[in-house]
């Protein structure tokens, strides 16, 4: 299996492209979540995240086919529309970090303890649960201290 060639410069904003791959870091607002917070912004979220995961599914189909001018035009549109969909979480304040589109794992800026942490959320989870040091990634994650997790009450107000 060929791998996807890295994406083109000039059809992808600067903020998405790193040397040999899509960017891993989109800007993110400055902002930090709790999980209820989280939790209360997923049915957004997992709309985007859907949305990502099919585009992404795309693209990958598509650096699979022969070169032609249909396909170079699929793949700019593929990439378009990674570009506003990244932009749309980076605008809710999280950002995605599935770049084999096969997941959709999502982390949201957080402080647990006094540190600056990332919540860790994967598309196929019920509620944001997971978190991890900024450094640590996925398999870093440990569970979001029970303190921390909403109670069921104020879990239903935000779904």
Known sequence: MNPLPPPDPRNVPSCLVMPGTMAHNVPMR?????????NKSLP???KIVADILETGKA???????E???AREQGLEEAQDRLAQLFHELAQIG???RDWNFEIGLVDFPAII???EVLLCWRSDEDSVAWYHGLHEGYA???PIPDALLPDEDEERVCT
């Open 94 to 96: 999280c950002s995605f």
């Open 30 to 38: 400055s902002r930090h979540f709790t999980p209820a917070l989280a």
């Open 44 to 46: 957004l979220v997992r």
């Open 113 to 115: 303890e006094g540190q």
């Open 140 to 142: 870093g994650r440990k």
């Open 67 to 69: 070169n032609s001018e």
């Open 59 to 65: 693209l990958k189909s598509l650096s699979l086919q």
